[in-house]
Structures are given as C-alpha cells and as structure tokens.
C-alpha cells in the first residue's frame, strides 16, 4: 500500500458531463501529480501541485483543471467528457520535488460511454 | 521535448533466463526510475538512479544508469514467473517544476 488514496475506483459517465476525481497523499507528502494512462497515449503528465500551487503542466486538457486544497489533497476535474478520456487516472505524490520516488495511488478508472 | 523509448515493447523469456530492458531518453539528466506495474494495478517503485554510473540491484533486478550515453538498463537474472509485469522507466529533467515522462513500458512475460 503507496498511502495515496484515490476515490473513486471506477467511474462510468456519459459523454458531455463533468466528474471530479480526488486524491489524498501520502502523510507528509507535498507534491500531488496527476497521469491519464491509455492504451494509445501511455502514461501522460497532466499536472502537478505543490504545498497548494501549480508547479508544472504537462499534456492536459483545457477541458480538464485541478487544485490542491490546504489539507493537501487533490481533485481533477475532468468536464465536457469525450470517449477518448475513457483512461486509468492516477494520482501520485512525493516529499519533495527532485530526487524522491513518486507514490502512485490505485488509480481511477474511467469510462466515458 | 523529453522523449523516453523502451525497447523491447514485449519480452517474452523462459524462468531461469537472463535478460536486459533498455531505456533510451533524448535530453540531458541524471535522474531516472524504474517502476513496475501489474495488469489493472498501481505502479510500484522499484530503482532510484540519481548519478551516472549509479547500480541498484534488489533480488534478481538490476539497474544501471549512464547518463553520457542516455541510458538505463533493467536487468533480470534468472527469471522467475512473480517477475511478469510491466516495467517502465521515467525520466526527470529536474528544475523547480519537476515532473515525470515515462517510457513505453516493457511487458515481461515469464513462462514456466
């Protein structure tokens, strides 16, 4: 068990609407990232937060956003749903940016239909 | 753009065997990861490789890094089926907005 806590396990929703998925990190970690893997595209970087603020963005969706709250945990936010977001999102956290090891909670899985 | 080539995609190998994974990346650093993955699950730390010339072994898995040529093996002694899963190596090129671009994936399949 990473420690990092990802709710909910599955999601199934229809095309034009809104989830939020949500993260809580490991006890003491302050960077939360967010990675959509699929079969065609792999593991893509969505986003990453740190102590609260915005730190990096990778391939995301203008569709999609994110924020990390005081207590530090996550949501993503993922609006106007398309089949193609049909993906595992996971979330991952670490101590510090750099050197540490990402910890990778189970993931969401989400399926658009 | 950081880009982060695995090869092979698929391996497939007797229990008992050796083999090598090979993680190719195209921009300087000197941080890389490996992590493992099984079908439907999380992904799971397996090797922190901060320096060139950095070795870590742990049971039959061994990886290297060297940064110069831009490249980190995974390599496997002696096979065993538990070892099926997929394996990727992840790249960070560091800076205040650090983050992680992952490879292929190499889908191991170890058969009895």
């Known amino acids: 068990d990473s420690g990092v806590t990802q709710t909910p396990k599955h999601l199934i929703t229809a095309t034009g609407q809104r989830v939020t998925l949500r993260c809580s990190p490991r006890?003491?970690?302050?960077?939360v990232y967010w990675y959509q893997q699929s079969l065609d595209q792999g593991l893509q970087f969505l986003i990453q937060y740190y102590n609260g603020e915005e730190r990096a963005k990778g391939n995301i969706l203008e569709r999609f956003s994110a924020q990390q709250f005081p207590d530090l945990h996550s949501e993503l936010n993922l609006s106007s749903l398309e089949l193609g977001d049909s993906a595992l999102y996971f979330c991952?956290?670490?101590?510090?940016?750099?050197?540490?090891?990402?910890?990778f909670g189970n993931g969401t899985r989400l399926t658009v239909t | 753009e950081l880009k982060v080539e695995q090869n092979p995609l698929f391996l497939s190998m007797q229990e008992g065997k050796n083999y090598t994974i090979y993680c190719n990346y195209s921009?300087?650093?000197?941080?890389l990861y490996w992590y493992r993955q099984d079908p439907g699950k999380s992904l799971e730390s397996l090797f922190v490789l901060l320096s060139n010339g950095a070795v870590k072994q742990e049971g039959r898995l061994m990886a290297s890094l060297d940064t110069k040529a831009r490249l980190s093996t995974l390599h496997i002694t002696a096979a065993v089926h538990d070892l099926s899963a997929t394996y990727f190596c992840a790249v960070d090129i560091g800076g205040t907005a650090s983050k992680l671009t992952f490879g292929t994936g190499t889908r191991l399949q170890v058969t009895l």
């Open positions: 991952a956290s670490s101590l510090r940016q750099g050197s540490s090891p990402l910890h």
């Open positions: 006890s003491g970690d302050l960077s």
């Open positions: 921009t300087t650093s000197d941080r």
